[in-house]
């Protein structure tokens, strides 16, 4: 199986409002690895990885993110981080 790994910064109204817990949640749905993030600007980081398609379908969520949310960008670039990934899980701020 093709797996596919990218690095996400999300920017917008993203803290404050379950962006991460509900990434969370849709990374686990969908069966992604890796983890989600704060940045200290108010920015959302993520490193995930999975199938290619299913990887498409992950960064379209992030474009939208929760309903409290405002995603004005997602910047995507594949990463070649080796970090082994159990499953998805949120991480303490950067």
């Excluded at 992604?32 to 290619?52: C, H, K, Q, T, Y």
């Excluded at 498409?56 to 474009?63: L, S």
């Excluded at 409290?68 to 670039?77: C, G, H, M, P, S």
Aim: glycine residues 8%; contains cysteine; charged residues 30%.
């Amino acid at each position: 199986m093709s797996v596919r790994r990218v690095h996400l910064v999300i920017k917008g109204f993203v803290q404050g409002v379950s962006y991460r817990a509900s990434a969370q949640d849709e990374a686990r749905r969908l069966g992604v690895r890796g983890w989600v993030r704060n940045l200290r600007n108010g920015d959302v980081e993520s490193i995930a990885e999975a199938a290619p398609q299913t990887i498409e379908t992950f960064i379209t969520w992030c474009r939208r993110g929760p309903e409290e949310a405002r995603v004005d960008a997602v910047n995507v670039a594949d990463s070649q981080d080796a970090e082994a990934f159990a499953g998805f899980e949120v991480r303490r701020s950067a």
